[in-house]
């Protein structure tokens, strides 16, 4: 790292009264940019390790989580495996008052195989290309971002920005769930993950932007199908699908967006089918207490272009009083994976947990959690799920802090 100090210190920590204390795409606390493009409100809180080196600001994030999962009924399983992300980032503001951003984010996800892990009424991709994944959560690709911005200033109010990655992540959505401030010490992915945040790891991106203010609106040409089974290697760019979203931060505490998109055939397995997808959410952070609270509400609208509609609505939160996190999420959905026939079936779950952490280092704690969901599924597929569904995991986190 060449001259980098090693005073590393938590974003929540860092001075706001320098070019260096503004967010990537323009004049704003750097604590509002979450995944990609999106935003988080400025009141979060989000550790990473921080250096330079000559002119360039290094940062770096961790979370891995060791895992031990079960999901009861005739559709359950048993799994250990280890998921998570590790994310560098190098930004360079220039003297007009530009700043240039590189990012890379890697996963150990495929490390588990191509069927990723059991997470009941979760659908979405393929693990062998000939079958649909339900009932398990896909990994991640091992690239999960490669991604550059450059934000030109227009005034002290005012900026307009380019994002490239492959992959990376189009402006449709709110934050991914394992950037979002209100989810990401969850392990589990949210079964509404392919209503709202499912195209962060799209083979190919490129997003056009102004800022104004609190304000963001942009638009970003990507690449609509979904990554392949193949989790090592790159997909290829295709740039066929559009998306827009507008972003309003209103105080320190609230982040709200809207977002449109229309995905060119999405799903490898159904490539005649394309979607349009409209998002919109609101996300809170505030002290309380002596801890802090993050919450989102969020729902999808996912219409299919063979005549279906499909809705998806999350709730969750995170409350952290340190050493301790706890959080919950609840969740609803319209999906025709769980049916074997196709039909529409309305299911929903509730997932409870908390995490108590130990310092390991000045700038890394280890974590000890677990988490508890109950699944509600209609009376139509209960012969499939049993009669109580239920999902239980226990896992060791390690993070920085």
Same mark, same amino acid.
Do not use: C
């Given at each position: ?9 938590? @974003? ?8 260096a ?12 940019d ?6 988080q ?5 989000h ?6 080196a000559?002119?360039?600001?290094l ?31 190098? /930004? ?14 890697l996963s150990? %996800?495929?490390? @588990? ?7 009941l #009424? ?10 649909? #994944?339900? !009932? ?7 690239f ?6 450059y ?14 990655a ?8 709110p934050?991914?769930?394992?950037? /979002? ?14 209503? #709202? ?12 932007g102004?800022?104004?203010? !609190?304000?963001?609106?942009?638009? $970003? ?6 990554? %392949? ?12 699908s559009t ?18 998109g ?9 490539p005649p ?16 207490g !002596? ?42 959905e319209?999906?025709t ?5 196709g ?21 890394l ?13 209609p009376?139509?597929?209960?012969? $499939?799920?049993? $009669?109580?569904p239920?999902?239980?995991?226990v ?7």
């Amino acid at each position: 790292m060449g001259d980098m100090p090693m005073g590393q210190t938590p @974003m929540r920590d860092m001075p706001t009264d320098n070019m260096a204390a503004t967010g990537i795409l323009g004049s704003y606390p750097m604590t509002r940019d979450s995944s990609g493009t999106s935003w988080q409100p400025d009141a979060s809180m989000h550790a990473a390790f921080h250096g330079t080196a000559g002119d360039w600001m290094l940062m770096s994030h961790l979370m891995l989580f060791g895992v031990y999962d079960t999901q009861s009924g005739p559709r359950g399983d048993d799994k250990a495996f280890v998921e998570g992300m590790l994310m560098g980032a190098a /930004r360079r503001d220039l003297s007009n008052g530009d700043t240039l951003n590189l990012r890379l984010m890697l996963s150990p %996800d495929p490390f @588990m195989g191509r069927s990723g892990y059991p997470l009941l #009424l979760a659908g979405g991709e393929t693990a062998n290309g000939v079958t649909p #994944l339900v !009932d398990r959560q896909h990994p991640h690709d091992l690239f999960m971002e490669l991604g550059v911005s450059y934000a030109h200033r227009l005034d002290d109010r005012s900026s307009m920005f380019l994002y490239a990655a492959d992959p990376g992540e189009p402006a449709l959505g709110p934050p991914a769930f394992m950037h /979002r401030v209100s989810g990401m010490d969850i392990p589990d992915a949210p079964i509404t993950h392919h209503w #709202l945040d499912s195209t962060h790891t799209s083979f190919g991106v490129l997003t056009a932007g102004l800022v104004h203010d !609190d304000w963001k609106l942009e638009v $970003s040409q990507f690449t609509g199908r979904e990554p %392949d089974q193949n989790r090592y290697d790159f997909d290829s760019v295709r740039l066929d699908s559009t998306a827009a979203r507008l972003s309003w931060n209103p105080d320190p505490h609230w982040s709200l967006q809207v977002s449109w998109g229309h995905l060119n055939s999405p799903e490898e397995l159904t490539p005649p089918i394309n979607e349009n997808r409209t998002t919109a959410s609101a996300t809170y952070v505030t002290k309380l207490g !002596d801890g802090s609270l993050a919450t989102t509400a969020a729902w999808g609208l996912k219409q299919e272009s063979d005549g279906i509609d499909l809705n998806g609505i999350l709730l969750e939160a995170e409350y952290r009083l340190d050493p301790w996190t706890l959080f919950a999420r609840t969740e609803w959905e319209q999906n025709t994976e769980l049916d074997a026939r196709g039909r529409i079936r309305s299911v929903g779950d509730l997932t409870l947990g908390a995490i108590h952490d130990w310092p390991v280092t000045e700038h890394l704690k280890v974590g000890l959690g677990a988490l508890y969901a109950f699944d509600f599924v209609p009376s139509a597929i209960t012969p $499939s799920y049993g $009669s109580d569904p239920r999902g239980f995991m226990v896992f060791v986190r390690l993070a920085t802090r």
